[in-house]
């Protein structure tokens, strides 16, 4: 059984820094793309960030760039997004999502996922 376990959400003023993790087990996170996506309060499910090692690739949402930074770590089998210089706007449930095709900004789309991970809300404070 596939699961994506994501950490590290929880409250930061605005300009503060955030770490999430996610944790796959039933699947090596080498062999997907994998990555983030976010979803605010009446606004659909964002692809903003992914990373794929073969070939190696990874996507930013231009809302995100330069202030996350994703990464992957194969030993421990998890995928980080570091947050940094935070908004208001950021605000959000953060998914961590798998696909069965390196990543791609184009296919990084909600209904491209092969699983998904329960979430773990960010609020950035004005």
């Known amino acids: 059984e596939v699961q994506l376990v994501e950490s590290g959400g929880g409250l930061v003023h605005t300009g503060g820094s955030l770490n999430l993790s996610c944790a796959a087990s039933g699947l090596f996170v080498g062999d997907y793309g994998v990555g983030w996506f976010r979803q605010a309060p009446g606004k659909e499910r964002e692809g903003i960030i992914c990373i794929s090692s073969s070939p190696r690739n990874s996507y930013y949402v231009d809302s995100v760039k330069g202030r996350f930074t994703i990464s992957s770590d194969s030993a421990k089998n998890t995928v980080n997004l570091q947050m940094t210089s935070l908004k208001p706007e950021d605000t959000a449930v953060y998914y961590c999502?798998?696909?069965?095709?390196?990543?791609?900004?184009?296919?990084?789309?909600?209904?491209?996922?092969?699983?998904w991970g329960k979430g773990t809300l960010v609020t950035v404070s004005s």
């Open positions: 999502a798998a696909d069965n095709w390196p990543c791609h900004g184009s296919f990084w789309t909600a209904k491209n996922m092969d699983y």
